[in-house]
């Protein structure tokens, strides 16, 4: 069974950091991209970041440039976001998903083919 599981959201002060993860179980990760969304309420899911199933390439929305870092560990077939100063306009249910490679459109969600349940992020003094 085809399975991703975010997990690392929280409650986080702004200016604070947290590492998000991604685990998938039922394939090899190391076969696909990986991307991160996000949705917060009443906005439509916004594309994060984009890595490539080797790592060597990756993608950052404008917003979250300097700030955030996808990276991947294949041998535990995980993907994880680094989220460093963080803003109260970070705030949402963060999702990773799977597709053939990342490209030049890597933010569109409808290209992504397996999806997790989201993990909540809050930042709020």
């Known amino acids: 069974q085809v399975q991703l599981v975010e997990s690392g959201g929280g409650l986080v002060q702004p200016g604070g950091s947290l590492r998000l993860s991604c685990a998938a179980s039922?394939?090899?990760?190391?076969?696909?991209?990986i991307g991160w969304f996000r949705q917060a309420p009443g906005k439509e899911r916004e594309g994060v970041s984009c890595?490539?199933?080797?790592?060597?390439?990756?993608y950052y929305a404008d917003s979250v440039k300097g700030r955030f870092t996808i990276s991947r560990d294949n041998a535990k077939n995980t993907v994880y976001l680094q989220m460093n100063s963080l803003k109260p306009e970070d705030a949402g249910v963060y999702y990773c998903a799977v597709r053939a490679s990342c490209g030049s459109r890597w933010f569109h969600s409808t290209a992504y083919n397996y999806w997790g349940q989201g993990t909540q992020v809050t930042v709020s003094s």
């Open positions: 039922g394939f090899r990760l190391d076969y696909y991209a």
């Open positions: 890595i490539s199933s080797s790592g060597a390439s990756t």
